[in-house]
């Protein structure tokens, strides 16, 4: 779909799709942003390979994402071989759909680069070890990450993240042949949705609940939450989800602490790759 | 600009202004990708106020981004009140475009929701103190944020994200009535940029630097980091910043610990605001 073709689009679909009935006040529109509404996660691909220079445009997306004080404190691995894919869909507790994508970022938080210029400039860097300077390089890499993604789709491509990289961080490394100071914070799938990929545009909470004006209220929640319980649990049943309210997920989420998957460890496991995170 | 109104755009030129001499082979293309290709941080803006439901729109595009398990960990709180921003642009070291812009939009980690579910509902929350929690709600806030930028931009209104939030994360949550376990990851100016305001577009490292295939690989880094200093330092000429190469400004920003202005204390003061990060 090039974009200079005008597609049809309606504010007001877009927004009940994201919103049910809690449709928030939206202003200005344009193709982009519907583009952006109608994001969902792909957890099902075809085969079909990328059209050539695929990954440089996405790429030059993400270096075009802000970047605290242009230090670019990030990488990006792209991952076609089967053989790889198939360990990182293990990692990730089996998700299949690592495997059936053509291609698989892996979205790295890379001090190493860093650590290389300190070393070959003799400078000492006083200011790596902290958790502010980890932060950054998170946040970079996933401001990168984003920009690929919006990339992506407006070129008909699905995505999904995939968190589950931090299941086993240390395995990741070594199979990507990561030094210390570097891991992979997020992977990211791409490639042509399955017909039975591409799932219907998940609810958000009401914007009520996010957008604050001036200050920080949270006057209505509670009314709120159960509006959205009322959307999601309809959601549920459509697509036949575990959990029928939001709020059941968040008790299921944040909860019982195996629900973590062995991720309470991260501190301890990146500690192990280099990052001290005082 | 509305984006239905087909643009011109050439994606050698916007590749060039991006990376200079080392152009990517980039392929497919529109026009979302090449407005993100043009992004540049705007530090002046015009008084002229944003369309109504402007925030209401960006807000949208935000909660559209993934956000992980669907938690949604975060919260935007809009800042119009000029003796807010005020404050705001102190804590940031005198950052004159946080008074100058008509909407600024304070990216909250947001784990105080959760502690009110946690209470409402009754359940303990066994995965709330450890890094891996506290870093996903910075990453969703970052997701949410970056799509609120790609939407600004795509209405043709410019951005600034202001890390210096950090420079004083409790002075900035006492302001804005933020309770416990929620802080300002990120600050970001919204408005039209003023004449002087909208910059060139900044170079990035070559791809060959930050993209690997398959395994992670430095082979010609010292090469590809020389190119670059190269670039950047004709870009510094152009526009008069002090130092000269990337690689001197990447040693002034991680050589001193004085670079940090003070946020090598954030996990400290972050303890303060009721994060753990085990």
């Given amino acids: 779909m090039d974009s200079l073709t005008p597609q049809p689009f309606d504010k007001g679909a877009s927004l009940a799709h994201r919103y049910g009935a809690a449709v928030p006040a939206a202003g200005p529109w344009n193709e982009t942003i519907a583009r952006q509404l109608e994001h969902r996660s792909v957890r099902a691909y075809k085969a079909d390979p990328l059209p050539a220079g695929t990954v440089e445009t996405l790429v030059a997306a993400a270096q075009s994402a802000a970047t605290s004080s242009n230090m670019q404190w990030w990488s990006a691995i792209a991952i076609t071989d089967p053989a790889k894919k198939k360990v990182l869909a293990e990692v990730a507790g089996g998700q299949k759909h690592i495997e059936q994508c053509p291609l698989f970022i892996a979205w790295v938080a890379d001090m190493a680069r860093n650590q290389r210029i300190s070393a070959q400039e003799k400078v000492e860097f006083e200011c790596m070890p902290w958790l502010e300077t980890f932060m950054v390089a998170c946040i970079d890499a996933a401001l990168a990450a984003q920009n690929a993604v919006v990339a992506a789709e407006s070129l008909g491509l699905g995505t999904v993240y995939i968190g ?37 545009v998940k609810p958000r909470l009401p914007q009520a609940t996010v957008l604050h004006r001036e200050q920080y209220n949270v006057e209505n929640e509670i009314a709120e939450r159960h509006a959205y319980d009322a959307e999601m649990a309809n959601f549920s049943q459509r697509h036949e989800l575990q959990a029928a309210t939001w709020t059941q997920r968040v008790l299921n989420r944040l909860g019982p602490i195996k629900s973590m998957n062995g991720r309470e460890k991260l501190r301890t496991v990146l500690a192990g790759l280099g990052f001290e995170i005082r």
């Fill in 164 to 200: 589950a990289m931090r299941n086993d961080p240390v395995r990741v490394a070594k199979l990507l042949g990561l030094p210390p100071q570097s891991f992979v914070v997020v992977g990211l799938c791409v490639g042509y949705a399955a017909e039975t990929g591409a799932g219907e």
